[in-house]
């Protein structure tokens, strides 16, 4: 009998694990239908014996000191500023787009003043702001819209930026700094030796047992548990009763080329051309030294592995649903992206993760026995009460 089986090894899965196994003495099945531990984190050494993300570049970032402490506990850090370059009109810009980018794509030689009177003789103000679109054209103007958002867009989510919520295209910064760093976290960094390192190291207590190649339905008969962490799909867990909740998904393409560097950045996006979004190139992540160097090319699609819960409001309102039907289901938390239909950064998941487990133990009367109703209540407390 455990007291926990957590289904998903990913970052929600195994913080959770970590800290039930680690602070309550709880015994914890923790599986995965992946033939290994990290979820999209995985990291791997190829055939060439180059670390790479086998799920796409996965960048840390954080501002929260609690997130960046707690993984600090099972990884060293190697620093690490994220830069993108954008290929338009020909030529590789800096992107976010700040100063350099402008002063590049139009042969200018403007300073930050003029770039923000520029930018705003450009913006075409919209109110209310409703849509992607109308945050980036309501910032940049039309003309920069089409050139590094609307096609990019388009490609990533199979919808035009007027159909996705605002939340999608709020996450690109503009400056007109010369800063070209695409994130300004205080803290950012790489793990040292690697995610799928850094999470052997979480899961490594004698309290946590982990079966890969494991699908939930499969266990669910067969195990005896007290709880469930559920870090899979939500709809899934209800056998999509209320119908399915969409997703985008990618395929990669991985390839490893004869030479030291393949393109001047870490990451190449091509918001026009091609029918791949972007290109990462993994030795600028992880700062690895070798003769050969590995790429991955990504093409968004609408089939395959769920990646990218699509922010409309319908399907908000459909996860809404499930989520009414979690918090009467008693002993089992949903969490993670798939659990939460959100789309979550690393640091957000792990966030969440620590939040659950501390309601979880902070429960006085029965902690075992803790609906997500319940969790809720506490988060709105904690929320009035900051
Ligand atoms: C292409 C891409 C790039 C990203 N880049 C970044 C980045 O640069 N920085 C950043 O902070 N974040 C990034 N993210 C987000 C990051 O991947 C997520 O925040 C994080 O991985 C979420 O962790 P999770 O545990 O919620 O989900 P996951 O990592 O998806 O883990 C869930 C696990 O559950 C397993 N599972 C699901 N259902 C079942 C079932 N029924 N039975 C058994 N197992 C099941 C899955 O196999 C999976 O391994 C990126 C995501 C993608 C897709």
Redesign the pocket.
């Given at each position: 009998m455990f007291d926990y089986l957590i289904?998903?090894?990913?970052?929600?899965?195994s913080v959770m694990a970590e800290r039930l196994a680690s602070q309550m003495d709880a015994s914890v099945l923790l599986?995965?239908?992946?033939p290994h531990i990290g979820?999209?984190?995985y990291d791997f050494y190829n055939e060439a014996g180059i670390l790479v993300h086998r799920?796409?570049?996965?960048?840390?970032?954080t501002n929260s000191k609690r997130v960046f402490d707690y993984l600090t506990r099972f990884t060293a850090w190697r620093p690490y500023e994220h830069r993108v370059q954008a290929s338009v009109d020909g030529q590789l810009v800096p992107i976010p787009i700040n100063l350099d980018t402008l002063n590049k794509l139009y042969g200018l030689n403007m300073t930050c003043r003029q770039v923000e009177d520029f930018l705003t003789s450009v913006a075409e103000p919209r109110s209310p702001i409703m849509t992607s679109e109308d945050v980036v054209v309501s910032r940049v103007g039309r003309e920069l819209y089409e050139k590094f958002f609307r096609n990019y867009t388009r490609k990533q989510w199979g919808l035009d930026p007027s159909e996705l919520d605002a939340s999608v295209t709020l996450r690109v910064p503009v400056r007109t700094s010369r800063d070209d760093r695409y994130f300004t976290d205080q803290y950012q960094a790489m793990p040292l030796h690697g995610y799928t390192r850094m999470f052997e190291r979480m899961l490594d207590h004698p309290n946590i047992r982990i079966m890969l190649n494991?699908?939930?339905?499969d266990v669910r008969e067969e195990v005896s548990f007290t709880n469930v962490i559920f870090?899979?799909?939500i709809d899934?867990y209800f056998d999509y009763c209320l119908g399915k909740l969409p997703y985008r998904s990618?395929r990669f393409e991985h390839q490893t080329h004869n030479s030291k560097r393949f393109q001047p950045a870490a990451v190449v996006n091509y918001p026009n051309e091609h029918a791949y979004t972007r290109v990462t190139e993994f030795k600028y992540l992880t700062g690895q030294q070798h003769a050969s160097t590995s790429v991955v090319f990504?093409y968004p699609c609408s089939e395959g592995d769920p990646?990218?819960p699509i922010p409309q409001p319908q399907n908000a309102e459909l996860y809404r649903q499930y989520k009414t039907m979690a918090e009467f289901t008693p002993n089992v938390h949903f969490?993670?992206?798939?659990?939460t239909y959100k789309y979550?950064?690393?640091?957000?998941?792990v966030a969440q993760a620590l939040k659950l487990y501390q309601t979880i133990t902070e429960r006085a009367d029965h902690p075992l026995l803790l609906t997500d109703r319940a969790v809720d209540q506490e988060e709105m407390r904690d929320r009035s009460a900051a």
């Open positions: 289904v998903g090894a990913g970052f929600a899965g599986i995965d239908r992946r979820g999209n984190a799920y796409g570049p996965h960048i840390f970032h494991t699908e939930f339905r870090t899979g799909k899934e990618l990504e990646y990218y969490a993670g992206r798939l659990g979550y950064n690393m640091d957000q998941v």
